[in-house]
């Protein structure tokens, strides 16, 4: 199939720059000799010279976006102005081959993150993983989303910026609260998982994700207050950091791992 890339770029703090843009770094490999939009969350200077110079120089599209606007909203924005296939990237994606020539008959493809505790009685469901989803049938993926939301919600034409309609979802049932990831393909795929195809090892191993690139301090110290290791989840970021990308395989592995 034909993609249109989106690359969705959010850098919290300074500190977190080059793990939050590591899929421009490796934008080739995955995606060669196509053009990509890049939409950049905030105003953080250093990540937005690169992200403006990057575009500039390889003729790719850029949009920046306040502070305030969250990467959900701009996975239904995209998602409902396009009527083509489009890949949705995190800009902490780090891709190791080609992997444009992904396929599907379903609405969208992606890989998951199996249920996992945050503690003993707080539980985040399973869940798309987001640093990749192709999405090959937009339209059909609004139609979905327009019948499930009559169930749940009213209508909103447009996402305001500060709109939390595609935000985290929480249900209190037998003693636990359970957790639903933000984004409308994890409202359709814990609705209908049919309409999705989850990639296979070919296809993820193509790619790997710097987690908590965008916001690296804070991702780490909430993933240690909850009692969780985060030595070997920093050794892929120090990698990273260092652009070693084979020291960043596998870190999706390690940060599930960690979890279990």
Not at 44 to 65: M, N, R, S, V
Not at 137 to 160: C, G, I, R
Not at 203 to 232: I, Q
Request: charged share 20%; net charge neutral; with cysteine.
């Amino acid at each position: 199939m034909d993609w249109l890339p989106h690359i969705v770029v959010k850098v919290e703090d300074e500190a977190s720059t080059q793990t939050a843009i590591t899929a421009l770094k490796t934008f080739d490999i995955g995606f060669p000799s196509h053009k990509a939009v890049v939409h950049f969350i905030g105003n953080l200077p250093t990540a937005l010279k690169y992200c403006k110079d990057w575009c500039k120089e390889g003729g790719h599209k850029f949009i920046q976006y306040v502070a305030t606007v969250k990467p959900s909203q701009l996975h239904y924005l995209i998602t409902k102005g396009t009527r083509l296939p489009v890949v949705l990237i995190a800009g902490t994606a780090v891709f190791f081959d080609d992997i444009s020539d992904y396929s599907t008959t379903k609405l969208f493809g992606a890989d998951t993150v199996p249920q996992w505790n945050l503690s003993d009685n707080v539980v985040n469901i399973k869940s798309i993983e987001k640093t990749v989803i192709f999405v090959a049938q937009p339209m059909k993926v609004m139609d979905e989303l327009e019948k499930l939301t009559k169930f749940v919600s009213t209508h909103v034409s447009a996402e305001s910026k500060d709109s939390s309609k595609w935000g985290n979802q929480s249900v209190v049932m037998d003693g636990k609260v359970y957790h639903q990831t933000s984004g409308i393909f994890n409202m359709l795929y814990n609705y209908n998982s049919k309409l999705f195809t989850n990639f296979n090892h070919k296809t993820a191993d193509k790619y790997d994700t710097v987690f908590g690139g965008s916001s690296v301090a804070s991702t780490m110290a909430k993933l240690e207050a909850t009692g969780r290791d985060t030595t070997n989840l920093m050794k892929h970021v120090n990698a990273a950091l260092n652009e070693d990308w084979d020291g960043v395989r596998g870190m999706r592995k390690t940060f599930l791992d960690s979890v279990k």
